[in-house]
């Protein structure tokens, strides 16, 4: 049962446009989300995240919008650039707002390619 | 220069050995986690130690084992009992309130 899914497999974008990546999650109780960025044979590195009270949460290039009754998230980068090709991967946890070390739950991962 | 050091960076093993993948860290963070990531898939967690000398499995410990003796080392064990090991392994670590912060990984494969 994949509490954390994101269906799309790979994204491809141009230069300077818009690049959105998709997340769903099915466990309620989930209330604090996070995307990292991935290059290959490294570890991931933390984006931007996103608490259950917030609809948005802005930095830089790189917006997370939250729609908590349709259970979905969403990373947009605006504008896109070569150098955030990578694979992306959106994360949730239970109970962020107290003592939280939290187990994080991932999703598959997209992996986005902007082209010059 | 503070961060989460993982080693080797790939490993072979043979069947029926156990192995054991290194991380530290020198970022004082009280939790640590292992994570493994197969081609396809997302990370998925192994075991987790929130404090030294304490550790809890994640979604899929069966076939391996920890230690959390100091505060900067949380060694795991890939133990004959794994049936399907190869794998990417990720290590990271957290301080409270904060996002995980991960290792670079380990490559274990099969020989």
């Known amino acids: 049962d994949q509490q954390v899914k994101q269906n799309s497999p790979s994204l491809s974008v141009q230069e300077g446009r818009i690049s959105i990546l998709n997340c769903d999650y099915t466990?309620?109780?989930?209330?604090?989300f996070l995307w990292y960025k991935k290059y290959p044979a490294e570890g991931p590195t933390f984006l931007i995240s996103?608490?259950?009270?917030?609809d948005k949460n802005e930095d830089g290039r790189f917006t997370v919008f939250l729609n908590k009754s349709a259970k979905h998230l969403s990373l947009h980068i605006v504008p896109s650039q070569p150098g955030d090709s990578a694979v992306y991967f959106c994360?949730?946890?239970?109970?962020?707002?107290?003592?939280?070390?939290?187990?994080?739950?991932f999703g598959q991962g997209t992996i986005l390619t902007v082209h010059p | 220069d503070g961060g989460i050091t993982q080693s080797p960076k790939y490993l072979f093993r043979k069947e029926g050995q156990n192995v054991t993948l290194s991380c530290e860290q020198n970022?004082?963070?009280?939790?640590m986690y292992w994570y493994r990531q197969d081609p396809g898939q997302g990370l998925r967690l192994i075991y987790y130690?929130?404090?030294?000398?304490?550790?809890q499995k994640g979604d899929i410990a069966e076939g391996y084992s920890v230690s959390r003796e100091k505060k900067e080392s949380f060694p795991l064990t890939v133990t004959s009992a794994q049936k399907n090991p190869t794998a990417f392994y990720l290590c990271?670590?957290?301080?409270?309130?904060?996002?995980?912060?991960f290792g670079d990984g380990t490559r274990l494969s099969i020989l």
């Open positions: 466990n309620s109780m989930f209330d604090y």
């Open positions: 996103i608490s259950s009270i917030k």
């Open positions: 994360a949730a946890d239970l109970n962020a707002g107290g003592t939280s070390y939290g187990k994080l739950t």
């Open positions: 990271a670590s957290k301080r409270n309130y904060e996002p995980q912060h």
């Open positions: 130690s929130q404090i030294v000398n304490d550790f």
């Open positions: 970022l004082n963070h009280d939790a």
